[in-house]
């Protein structure tokens, strides 16, 4: 059988391809998703202030966020960074990820295809609990050495 590489740089050139078939996803999708959720993000009044203050040049942030959902959706191995520190210190609890989620989930449907945009909001969902939860820690001081005394 003839292998054809995906249209599209991956470390993981087999499982890339396997999940842009299963999924309908591709970059294109993708970088569309990004744009027009942040596009939304950045309108919305509970989240757009929390962008604000911290991010003043968004073309830097939106071709990260792309190579993030390549590296998530696609396995492509595309995003080199660290979430975690990037949300323990925000001024955020559940809603806001709640309503980032809803966002999203909006988004996703209206741009990706059905099986696309299960895959993507999935994802989303258990990566917004795990960033919630490294919220929640650093409020409470977790990880800090405890005291012995
Ligand atoms: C309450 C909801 C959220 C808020 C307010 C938020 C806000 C932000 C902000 C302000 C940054 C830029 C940080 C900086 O450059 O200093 C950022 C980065 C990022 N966010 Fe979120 N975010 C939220 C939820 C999520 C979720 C659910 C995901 C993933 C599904 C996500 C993925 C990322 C990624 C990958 C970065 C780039 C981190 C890096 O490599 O530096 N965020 N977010």
Redesign the pocket.
Known sequence: MTFNPPPVASARPAITAALMEETGLDEAILRTLVHRFYDR?RADEV?GP??A???TDWGP?LE??VT??SS?ALMTGR?????M???AT?P??WA??D???DL?RQTATEICPPAGAAHVIE??E???RS??MA?EDTARGAGMTPSLR
């Not at 995003?79 to 979430?83: I, K, L, T």
Request: glycine share 2%; aromatic share 18%; no cysteine.
């Open positions: 993000v989240l929390v962008f203050a911290r991010i942030h990260r966020m993030f959902w998530v995003y080199h960074g660290a979430p520190p990037a949300h925000l955020v609890n806001h990820f309503r980032w989620l999203f994802r989303a258990r990566i917004a960033l919630h919220v």
